[in-house]
């Protein structure tokens, strides 16, 4: 009796196997929804400290766009892209105007009916950003969400200086 010999070795196999593997990974990557959400959030505070408090205002722009995972099935999550182009501030003492950076601020967060975002921006006197003279300041949005779509439905922002640990 004659037997039949396999062709295909357990490593071409195993190569065939994790090759369709990746590829069925590939085509299920995580999907962003298709519709990204903009508002404008008003923004105003405060920042203490020397050479001078400054007072900000103005408003910022506030991008949110639905994350979903397909492959793992992880909750929904909101990528925000935050953009501080439009606020800037003037000193309390000399009325010196300050510019705030931080135009495009990537920020991750599970997808919850409301939440707070808080991030820590530069900002400098004069009308360019100046790494040299630059000082921080944070800004707290309070943010609400629509849970089917990921929009932002209402939002506020505060300006504050930072409260870094010593």
Known sequence: MKMRRLLVTPVVLSFFVA????????AGAPASAAITNTVLIPVS?????????VAFSGQARVS??????????????????IDLSNV??????TGAKYIAGGSGT????????????????????GTTMSLS????????????????????????ATVAAP???N
């Open 45 to 53: 505070g405060t920042v203490t400290g020397l050479p001078e408090n």
């Open 19 to 26: 090759v369709l593997a990746g590829l069925a990974w590939w």
């Open 163 to 165: 409260n870094f640990p």
């Open 64 to 81: 949110s766009d639905l994350v979903l995972d397909t492959v793992f099935a992880t909750p929904p999550h909101v990528l925000l892209i």
């Open 88 to 93: 800037s501030g003037t000193g309390s003492s």
């Open 106 to 125: 990537d920020v991750r967060r599970p997808l919850v009916s409301t939440d707070v975002v808080e991030i820590t921006f530069p900002f400098s006197g």
């Open 133 to 156: 003279s630059a000082r921080s300041g944070v800004v707290s949005f309070a943010l609400s969400f629509d849970l089917n779509s990921g929009a932002i439905t209402k939002g506020t």
